[in-house]
């Protein structure tokens, strides 16, 4: 009998990167303006990683979380392949 693997989505009201999720498989669903952005937690602390000081925090550091509800133009461009919806502009 196959077994069945469960992914488990996280809707967020921001972009939020914890470390409780990393290696566990958890997707990430959160707005900006009026987007949706639908990836892999992994993918993205990776990509936050990459076009913020987020991992450097002492928000990620110490207390093992970060969140914005403003992130920067490099990292939506980064997050581009994830938008799953357009808002009407």
């Known amino acids: 009998m196959a077994q069945s693997h ?13 470390q409780a999720h990393v290696g566990r498989g958890v997707v990430v669903e ?9 990836l ?3 993918e ?7 076009t913020t000081p987020f991992l450097e925090s002492h928000s990620w ?3 093992r979380a ?6 920067s133009r490099k990292t939506l461009a980064a997050l581009e392949p994830y938008r ?3 808002g009407d502009k």
């Open 6 to 18: 469960s992914i488990t989505t996280k809707h967020y009201s921001c972009l939020r990167i914890n």
């Open 30 to 38: 959160f707005p900006v303006g009026g987007d949706v952005y639908r």
């Open 40 to 42: 892999g937690h992994d």
């Open 44 to 50: 993205l602390v990776r990509i936050a990683g990459e």
């Open 61 to 63: 550091r110490e207390l």
């Open 66 to 71: 970060y969140s914005t509800g403003r992130p």
């Open 84 to 86: 799953v919806t357009v």
